[in-house]
């Protein structure tokens, strides 16, 4: 099983421009979030998804987007990159309905905002 | 609220020597808890997990925790450290309610010498 796919690895946009993070999973979770890791500052939530067609904000949701159209693919939008979201991005998924939640998560994106 | 606290932001110790890394939580519910490891420029790996069963929790790599909701901590400790141990170590909290959200601690970082 691959798990969870993130890519790209690395990216650097300037200031202004959009893209799209992806993430994909193979097991089948229902849970699935986006953290941004920030040195000194741990994992902040950003968006969550508890299945397809359900997504809600996290602590820090402001700038970014998402979409859970399939159970596998949670993508995360930056629609007009700044500075403050240099920061290194992780997608997690994790089992819904044990509720005993152990993630499991990608290698990382690290964006750097020019 | 359920939050974490991570008592310790760097701790250093001597190859060979323990390795305790403290946390507290709290939680308005019965907790899961878990003890995450990220390894420098790498993603983050799954530790141990408590959820409710036995309260020491052994893990990967020599590494266990025991549940004390008395205290309500759940410190992380190795009886010797070795050099692949140096990296950041997050406690994290996870409640049944609330959509299963992880709360994270701060982290801390563990630097083992020579």
């Known amino acids: 099983n691959a798990g969870v796919t993130q890519t790209p690895k690395f990216q650097v946009l300037k200031t202004g421009q959009s893209m799209t993070l992806q993430c994909a999973q193979d097991?089948?979770?229902?849970?699935m979030s986006w953290y941004r890791q920030d040195p000194g500052m741990g994992l902040r939530l950003i968006h969550y998804?508890?299945?397809?067609?359900?997504?809600d904000q996290g602590e820090v949701p402001n700038g970014y987007n998402v979409s859970r159209s399939t159970t596998e693919d949670f993508p995360l939008r930056l629609l007009s990159a700044a500075p403050s979201q240099t920061s290194v991005y992780f997608c997690a998924s994790s089992y819904q309905g044990q509720g005993r939640t152990e993630a499991f998560f990608g290698q990382g994106t690290r964006l750097t905002v020019v | 609220a359920q939050s974490v606290t991570q008592l310790d932001s760097h701790v250093s110790v001597s190859e060979g020597t323990p390795v305790l890394l403290r946390c507290n939580y709290s939680s308005s519910y019965s907790p899961s808890l878990f003890w995450y490891v990220q390894h420098p420029n790498k993603g983050l790996q799954l530790l141990l997990k408590?959820?409710?069963?036995a309260t020491l929790v052994k893990g990967i790599n020599g590494f266990e925790a025991e549940f004390k909701k008395s205290e309500t901590s759940f410190h992380l400790t190795k009886p010797s450290a070795h050099m692949s141990d140096a990296a950041e170590y997050f406690c994290v909290v996870s409640d049944t309610g609330n959509n299963r959200k992880l709360i994270w601690g701060l982290g801390t970082s563990l630097a083992v010498n020579p």
């Open positions: 408590y959820t409710s069963a």
């Open positions: 998804s508890v299945g397809a067609g359900i997504t």
């Open positions: 097991m089948n979770h229902e849970y």
